[in-house]
C-alpha cells in the first residue's frame, strides 16, 4: 500500500503544504516499497477521515496527478478510492494502473452509513472505457462495516465469483489493519478454487507465511509504517522485514 495524505477538501488535508506535498510524501514511500522488492504498489487515499461513499472531483483530479507522477513502471500498480468504485476506475484508467480494489458487491450497514455498491455498472463502465485489462478486486468483507444478510463468506465469495465476475477475491478483518481470520480466508478460497483470493487486511511480516500457506497473495499496509501505525510513514526496515519473511514463504 502507498497511502497518500489527506486529499484537498478532507479534514485532514494539508492546506500549507498543497498538492505537491502530497505527491512528495507518496513518491517517497513508494521508492522505499519498489527497493524492498514488493511485486506491485496499491495507492489509496487512506487519510481521507472520515470516508464517505462518492468521490469529489479535486480528489479524483488529485489523485490521478499522484499515480501518475510517482508510479513505478517497472511493476503493476493499482487504484483504490475509498469508497468510490467508480472513481478508482476513473483514476485507473486514465494512469495505466493495472487493477483496483473497492468493494463492489453486497449492501452493508457502515460508518459511512447504509452501503449498496453496483458491480454490475462499475463493469459496463469499464467496458465502454475500453478497460478490460484494469482487472477488479472485490473485497467481500469490507472494513468498517457489517453485511445486510445472512449469507456465510464460502457461499458470497462463491457468488462474487461467478455472478459478479470479480478478478480476486479479497478478504479482510473488520478494520485496517486488523486480520481476517485464516478460517475465512480458507473458507473463500474453498469456494473460489478458480479465482485468485488474497487476504486484505491485518497481514505482518509475523504472519504472513500463515495467510501466504491459503492465500493467493496478500495486501499489506499498516505492518509496513512506523510503530505499525495505519497512518504513519513507511518505515524502510519493517518493509524490508516484511519482504524477507515473504521470499522465506516462497521457498526463497
Avoid at 484494469?134 to 462495516?145: K, S
Amino acid at each position: 500500500m502507498a497511502h497518500l495524505p489527506a486529499l484537498p477538501g478532507t479534514p485532514l488535508y494539508d492546506e500549507e503544504g498543497g498538492p505537491d506535498a502530497i505527491v512528495e510524501s507518496v513518491r517517497r514511500e513508494v521508492e522505499i516499497l519498489t527497493r524492498s522488492g514488493f511485486d506491485a504498489v496499491l495507492f489509496c487515499n487512506e487519510n481521507d477521515r472520515p470516508y464517505q461513499l462518492s468521490a469529489t472531483l479535486e480528489g479524483v483530479a488529485t489523485m490521478a496527478r499522484v499515480v501518475t507522477e510517482v508510479a513505478p513502471r517497472d511493476r503493476p500498480f493499482g487504484v483504490d478510492y475509498l469508497w468510490d468504485a467508480q472513481a478508482a476506475l476513473s483514476v485507473a484508467a486514465a494512469t495505466g494502473a493495472s487493477f483496483i480494489r473497492e468493494v463492489a458487491t453486497g449492501v452493508y450497514e457502515s460508518d459511512m452509513g447504509l452501503w449498496a455498491p453496483d458491480a454490475a455498472t462499475l463493469l459496463r463502465r469499464r467496458r465502454s472505457l475500453h478497460a478490460q485489462h484494469v482487472r477488479v478486486f472485490m473485497n467481500v468483507t469490507p472494513e468498517f462495516a457489517s453485511s445486510v444478510g445472512s449469507r456465510d463468506i464460502a457461499t458470497t465469495a462463491r457468488s462474487v465469483s461467478v455472478s459478479s465476475l470479480a478478478d480476486a477475491i479479497l478478504v479482510s478483518g473488520p478494520m485496517a489493519g486488523a486480520e481476517p481470520s485464516l478460517e475465512a480466508l480458507r473458507a473463500a478460497k474453498s469456494a473460489c478454487p478458480d479465482t485468485p483470493v488474497f487476504a486484505n487486511t491485518g497481514v505482518k511480516s509475523t504472519n504472513v507465511s500463515d495467510f501466504l500457506s491459503i492465500a493467493d497473495g496478500v495486501i499489506v499496509g499498516s505492518d509496513l509504517k512506523v510503530d505499525g501505525g495505519t497512518w504513519n510513514p513507511v518505515d524502510p526496515e519493517r518493509a524490508g522485514r516484511f519482504m524477507a519473511e515473504v521470499r522465506e514463504a516462497r521457498g526463497g
